[in-house]
DNA sequence: TCGTATTTTGACCCAGCGTCAAAATACGGT
DNA sequence: ACCGTATTTTGACGCTGGGTCAAAATACGA
């Protein structure tokens, strides 16, 4: 009976597959239940019996709460990373491509609330222990993907004479100016009635700011002596493709 | 035996300065807890075994862990606004205030580290149930004032003509974005290597990233035009006075 | 068909939050 | 000084939820 025979290494990935599948299960309801009912909402607990599988599998695929967490954390920036790299593609000067990766921050978060706050939730929860050392590794492989595609901006705006970088100041630094000034924004956003307190259009504002901010560094061309609006729309209908999880 | 008399409105006071000490003391072992070994060193048992009364007596005090919590960032708002307001007296140009509250903003981490701390951590946890409404009011009203203090220079600076507001953008706009530029950046600080992603001297980039963010609005006079260090200097001895809790 | 290796299970342990009836204490009146 | 009432304090207890592990189920090869 050579049908039931199934080739070693065929059978290997077969299983591999739905251990695969099972795994993207488990982060898809943890994401929900986390962003819709906060750390209160994720229970070990009910995630196994949402997926029809024993508690003990589950704590197969991730160590703890906590790893479970960081694999959620590991995921969101990934799909980061694809948006920037995307956005870094964008035809033109490299305040442009600057410009491209601030939407695409802001079309991650739209995207992927989900992810976003996840990212937040990890930002100040102080977990690092209890969590597999492979998950820490891809998240900080990650967090260094963003910094290079933001430095290489960043090189090639010196190189055209485009920005003048201070002294003592990199183009990891500018990186971390915005990513100040997008993060910040962000949280806020989310987490306070910011009209109440006499902001006017939250959102929109966290684009100026960030545009502000550029000019303030000398990033040319400035806002004043260019159409970002028009680069934006670009960036946007680059960013549109492929809209999948 | 009149000795024996107390009055009635004498005892109600001493038993009112004997609550509030309490109160003061749960939080500071719990601010202490949290901030030495996060949430997971934050333990109701081990706070009332460490200031000596059971744990009935803290659920007086705070109706929750979560209230607790609340009541650390009520505490932390406090001290914050009470050096905001330091701050913003700061005799002369507007955007010399601005930089005496950024000098603030970086003295308030410093000194407060834990207080700094537990606003993050309040930051992302929703909790507003299961605390005390008057707490969250108290809360509130403190975020309030910070934005007052912004929104006060920021009509200033207008009035003396240093600063041209774009339009739909308020002062509270620009506290919004220098507020975003701070806690994103001090949070970052906080929470990643980032030298070793190739940011120079991250502590002092923040406040470049603030000015570069003002010159970028326009707020004269510029960095380039004027001795922001100096204002540096005479800020920090300015809120070098009362070194208390 | 059977024995071994692997996977899955869920009963179980325990830490920790929040409750509440009982004990302790304070206080006012006699 | 004594007692009764009001207030405060206590800690045993209930219960939820994270994490473990021996036993059951299943897969696989001979």
């Not at 485009?162 to 949280?187: H, I």
């Amino acid at each position: 009976m050579a049908t039931d025979v199934i080739p070693a290494d065929a059978s290997r990935t077969r299983k591999q597959r739905e251990w695969q599948r099972r795994e993207t299960l488990i982060l898809d309801v943890a994401r929900r239940r986390l962003s819709e009912s906060g750390m209160a909402g994720l229970n070990m607990d009910q995630i196994a019996a949402e997926i029809e599988y024993s508690k003990g599998t589950v704590y197969q695929h991730f160590r703890s709460k906590d790893d479970l967490l960081m694999g959620l954390a590991a995921a969101a920036t990934d799909s980061r990373v694809a948006l920037f790299s995307k956005a870094a593609t964008l035809p033109g000067r490299s305040r442009e491509r600057l410009t491209a990766i601030g939407v695409s921050a802001r079309l991650f978060i739209e995207r992927y609330p989900d992810h976003f706050r996840v990212e937040q939730i990890l930002e100040l929860t102080q977990i690092r222990d209890k969590t597999d050392p492979e998950r820490q590794r891809r998240l900080a492989a990650a967090e260094s993907r963003c910094m290079a595609i933001f430095a290489g901006v960043g090189r090639d705006g010196v190189a055209a004479g485009d920005l003048v970088l201070p002294e003592n100041f990199s183009a990891e630094n500018v990186a971390f100016g915005l990513w100040s000034l997008c993060m910040g924004g962000f949280t806020l956003v989310m987490s306070r009635p910011l009209e109440e307190l006499g902001v006017i259009d939250p959102p929109g504002s966290i684009f100026r700011n960030y545009h502000a901010y550029l000019d303030g560094l000398g990033w040319r061309p400035l806002s004043g002596e260019f159409d970002y609006g028009e680069t934006t729309a670009r960036a946007e209908a680059l960013l549109a493709e492929r809209p999948e999880t």
